[in-house]
């Protein structure tokens, strides 16, 4: 079956105009950054308003050095991929700087508390704020060398085997580790060298996984895509070619059970099913998906009545469906949030005006619930679009990808960076059971940056890639991989 | 692939709508009682941010808050821990409040309307506002005289003042520590609560006093109502009644005995050698004569049949007591048995301490209060308890027959545990039975008058104490009347 619109637009792409310069929409990538820059900065200096009723020129530092880190990855985008979209940038690095002044306003004391005098005396580099900045600055720095190192995007698929296995090592440390190596606040999902530094090498595990269930799909989409039965309509694949799915299945109730990481395990098997649909285009996979989830969720619950290793599960869905059942006990942190989330109302109480502190880890796994007391309902909708922009973003970069791996890589990493917000925003409002992943670019938290300013990274590459003009792919860098190369862009189905 | 590269967008949408629309039920429509859910540790913060009242007894505080320099600042202590604890009740982070600290919380806590001037002037003043402070009616020696005895045992005791109505003593045994449930440690809290046994509804935490876990059948301190309704219905303490070794009601139903044979086995005794030595048949007889009505009338003038509260002075609703009740006898039987406090017939502490005072006082009964005055954070009155007339069920006749008849007991009858010598004491015993073979449940109910002056009233319960319960109970009632009295 074909249709008018799976006619690839080979000629040209948007960015590019005819003779002459290309549009490479580098100014404007500037220009939002500079933009993102100001509603930092007013953020920052309406929260000290708030907090010690002055404003002093203190409150510019941290969105100061944010703009500076977005300023060093913009002029690197210039020199590597001068056609990117000029809005993934601006938009991640507008989170990032609203994530830093939230976190360093958390360690200002609030007027209620009797600390109150302290005001005066934190500067910009007491708290975790600056810590986060610095963060940033090696995320940033990530991203550039990824930017410079990896000039083509197709150049991953290489590795694709290599970093499927990277992924599954990464993932299954954790669980391996004992747990005082591994286990922070009851889910196992860190590598920890106590005393020094600890590592969520989840976070970079979903990218490493993501390029090879992307190369995978590719390669296999037209086996996927055979059907064998139709039901109710819709065409369902043959048995044997479950296997992938199974396993990826397996991979993400062990998640659950081992690491007791339910929002991992969302993510890795959402995200791998949505990616499965979009290469075979069967609706199918997507149902398939859903009833292996829904399954394994209900059989999770039931089972946790009485064994051990789902109980974790079984409690967090108990305390989704009547969160302010024990509130100062078992749904201590979600009632807490909920509250906060209430407090904040519509309008929110204002920059600096709410009581952060109430909420248990209002930097990291709840920072939401802090940003939806003191901005509302408003403030956290204007965020939430902020991150729908970023992935329909990617979405498009994917759309316009010349090469099948491109698409389903930004697809996947885009629709990933959607699931994420909904599983962490979703769990902290209480829409499903909370789980305990980072909100991308804005929680406190290294490794969580690092891995999402990859990503970042990794869609400007494809966007550079589908927006240059012309038809010379990768920007006329480097050898496209042989195997990709003969593949056609676009397979026409039965 | 871009076609489902554009649905899955569609997939998108529709997570970011269910988190928009989510977002608008957490912060919009549920936005007001989430913020205003007593959890909220913005309203915990200011509640335990200024220290509520000391609830006092003369010039000793049961109930303080104490500076912890936490996040919630006051933290609540009780002194004397069990002893009060059916008084003061707790106040706790999880499980809400009880006693004075539920029913005076306006006062304790500063929010209501008469403390509006001292507010005032706190705030001019820059002071930070303090609740009020609660002075109780209680005697501490009559309460740890009443404690004491009750100790290791299963029951209540409430002593009244019969000429103001004031309650000099009110326990209950087994009691608990309310400490622990004031902690702010939710564990702590938590741990001590289920040791409490909450959901028996007869554990610690039940005010027997107040008949939490009851009221229980009165057995034959019952016979006081019925005399009082005889005496006002033409009878006199010398007054000839039928009574005999045993009573088969017309209507079938179980023959009544007397406790021992020796008890009135003569076909006739006056009623105060009735009521002396209680006599079962007697009464049963009596009761019968003189009909459902009459006594069920008599009862309810007393305070039977009707719900009845704790008057507080910081708002409108007083402290629950439960309701003693006569039931609904039909025929011989179950009058007869109601007549001498069985059937359906049940009542609390309280109300028999009410009933011996009504007796003590010329047949004028006090309405029971517990809270003497509100003070201010400097210990002056801003409002003091004022007296009230519960009602008059018997007149100043009948009260005085009816105490001629009731010395009897405590000087030469069932009640002699009671005796305080040189004092005219009067008294009711009371054993009930209660399902098949349980041990009876003893009572006492009496008074004590000093040269005609009425000056304490008693109603003790022992649950399932057996045959020697209402000795026992007897003897517990001169104590504590003893305490009073200074003896």
Sequence with gaps: MTSPNLAYPTATPSGAAAGGRARTGRNTELLLLLFGFVITVVLSAASEGALIDTIRLDSLVLPFLVLLLGLLAHVLVRIFAPYADPVLLPLAMLINGIGVVVIHRVDVPSETDDSFSKFATIGPFDGLGVQQVLWSGVAVVCFCIVLAVVRDHRTLSRYAYTLGLVGIVLVAIPALLPGRFSEVNNAKVWITIPGVASVQPGEFAKLALFVFFAYYLVRKREVLSLASKRVLGIEFPRPRDLGPVLVVWVLSVLILVVEKDLGSSLLYLGTFVVMLYIATERRSWLIIGAILFGFGAVVAYSLGTWLGPFRNFHDRVNFWLDPMSDPLGNTYQLSRSLISLGVGGLLGTGPGAGDPTSVPLPRSDFIVATIGEELGMFGLTALLLVYLLIVLRGVKAGTMARDPFGKLLAAGLAFSVALQVFVIVGGVTDLIPLTGLTTPFLSYGGSSLVANWILIAMLIRISNDSRAPGQVTGGGRGNPPPQLQSVATEVIKL | ?487
Aim: aromatic letters at 6%.
């Design chain 2, 1 to 487: 692939m871009n076609r489902t590269l554009r649905r899955s967008a569609l997939v998108v949408f529709v997570l970011f709508l269910a988190l928009l629309g989510n977002l608008t039920r957490v912060q919009f429509f549920q936005a007001r009682s989430l913020a205003e859910n007593p959890a909220n540790p913005r309203i915990l913060k200011d509640a335990y941010d200024t220290p509520r009242g000391t609830i006092m007894v003369g010039r000793d505080p049961v109930a303080y808050s104490k500076d912890t320099g936490g996040v919630l600042r006051y933290q609540r202590y009780y002194p004397k821990g069990e002893e009060y604890a059916p008084i003061t009740g707790y106040t706790s982070l999880v499980y809400g409040s009880t006693g004075i600290e539920r029913y005076e919380n306006s006062m304790l806590n500063g929010t209501d309307d008469t403390l509006l001037t001292q507010k005032l002037s706190d705030t001019v003043t820059g002071k930070k506002s303090a609740g009020a402070n609660v002075l109780l009616t209680i005697n501490a020696k009559a309460q740890d005289a009443a404690w004491n005895a009750l100790k290791g045992r299963k029951g209540a005791a409430v002593a009244v003042d019969p000429k103001t109505g004031k309650i000099l003593a009110l326990v209950t045994s087994p009691s608990f520590d309310p400490n622990p449930l004031a902690s702010h440690d939710d564990a702590t809290i938590k741990k001590a609560w289920n040791s409490y046994d909450p959901s028996s509804g007869s554990g610690p935490m039940a005010n027997r006093a107040l008949g939490g876990g009851g009221p229980w059948p009165p057995g034959s301190t019952m016979k006081v109502i019925v005399s009082a309704a005889a005496l006002e219905n033409g009878y006199n303490p010398d007054t000839n009644i039928p009574a005999g070794s045993s009573y088969q009601p017309s209507d079938g139903g179980n023959e009544i005995h007397n406790d021992v044979p020796s008890i009135c086995p003569q076909d006739q005794v006056t009623m105060l050698v009735a009521l002396r030595d209680s006599c079962n048949t007697g009464f049963a007889r009596l009761g019968v004569k003189l009909g459902a009505d009459t006594v069920i009338n008599k009862a309810e003038q007393f305070g039977l049949n009707k719900s009845m509260t704790i008057p507080m002075l910081g708002q409108d609703q007083g402290m629950p007591v439960a309701k003693s009740v006569t039931g609904d006898p039909k025929g011989d039987s179950q009058v007869a048995q109601s007549s001498i406090g069985q059937f359906n017939v049940a009542e609390t502490p309280l109300q028999e301490a009410m009933i011996a005072g009504a007796v003590a006082n010329d047949g004028t009964e006090m309405t029971p209060y517990l809270v003497q005055e509100i003070q201010g954070t400097d210990y002056s009155a801003l409002r003091t308890a004022q007296e009230h007339k519960y009602g008059q069920p018997i007149s100043a006749d009948t009260a005085s027959k009816l105490r001629e008849m009731m010395n009897a007991v405590v000087s030469s009858g069932t009640g002699r545990n009671a005796q305080i010598d040189g004092i005219e004491v009067g008294g009711k015993t009371g054993t009930a039975e209660h399902g098949n073979g349980a041990p009876e449940h003893g009572w006492f109910m009496g008074y004590a008058r000093d040269n005609g002056d009425p000056k304490v009233a008693v109603g003790v319960f022992l649950e399932s104490a057996g045959e020697s319960g209402s000795g026992d109970a007897t003897q517990i009632g001169g104590d504590i009347m003893k305490a009073v009295l200074g003896k």
